[in-house]
Antibody
Framework: QVQLQESGPGLVKPSETLSLTCTVS??????????WTWIRQPAGKGLEWIGRIYKSGYTYYNPSLKSRVTLSLDTSKNQFSLELRSVTAADTAVYFC????????????WGPGTLVAVSS | DIVMTQTPLSLSVTPGQPASISCKSD???????????LYWYLQRPNQSPQLIIY???SRFSGVPDRFSGSGSGTDFTLKISRVEAEDVGVYYC??????????FGQGTKLEI
């Protein structure tokens, strides 16, 4: 059973870069047919898909965030990461990492989420 | 982006009674491959979302059979035949036909 766990700073200053890592256990991110995904949820609000990365390193981003987002993989650590640049208070949210089954297009495993606040 | 609209936004149900949530998309979710990419997720309080229904009507592994999904094209419904206490949370529909990005409905809060 694959498990995902987000980690990173809980507080980021405006205009700086938010960096989060998702550690995957119970399966390799470089095997199988899965996309590794980030989704966020502002407090009391709905879900927003940020982007996904494949084992090849190929990425897809939400057009609304594309200019500020970079996803990357570290296969040696079985981790994938999110960088969101030039953050504002609107980027305050719980950030989830998740696994998406390729072709099936479903998020079948999620991390518990981590709250990131943007504040000076 | 495809817009997903859920109704109602909140629902209070007596245990043992049925519940129904509607989800409408502003474009058809029927793909040329014959599949309809509509999903339902449940986010229990203080938890991450979990997949309950995929491709309109298929229950994910371990999901009780009191959950069922139906619909086609742009109109979809999630039904719970007999609500139990553990069903409390926020239900989201999601489309996966036109990506990026995946888009979700606003969520429907189910209370008992």
């Amino acid at each position: 059973q694959v498990q995902l766990q987000e980690s990173g700073p809980g507080l980021v200053k405006p205009s700086e870069t938010l960096s989060l890592t998702c550690t995957v256990s119970g399966g390799s991110i470089s095997s199988g047919t899965f996309y590794w995904t980030w989704i966020r949820q502002p407090a009391g609000k709905g879900l927003e898909w940020i982007g996904r990365i494949y084992k090849s390193g190929y990425t897809y981003y939400n057009p609304s965030l594309k200019s500020r987002v970079t996803l990357s993989l570290d296969t040696s650590k079985n981790q994938f990461s999110l960088e969101l640049r030039s953050v504002t208070a609107a980027d305050t949210a719980v950030y989830f990492c998740a696994r998406e089954a390729e072709i099936l297009r479903r998020f079948d495993s999620w991390g518990p989420g981590t709250l990131v606040a943007v504040s000076s | 982006d495809i817009v997903m609209t859920q109704t109602p936004l909140s629902l209070s149900v007596t245990p043992g009674q049925p519940a129904s949530i509607s989800c409408k998309s502003d474009q058809s979710l029927l793909h040329a491959d014959g599949k309809t990419y509509l999903y339902w997720y449940l986010q229990r309080p203080n938890q991450s979302p979990q997949l309950i229904i995929y491709e309109v009507s298929s229950r994910f592994s371990g999901v009780p059979d009191r959950f069922s999904g139906s619909g086609s094209g742009t109109d979809f419904t999630l039904k719970i035949s007999r609500v139990e206490a553990e069903d409390v949370g926020v239900y989201y529909c999601m489309q996966g036909i036109e990506i990026p990005p995946y888009t979700f409905g606003q969520g429907t809060k189910l209370e008992i």
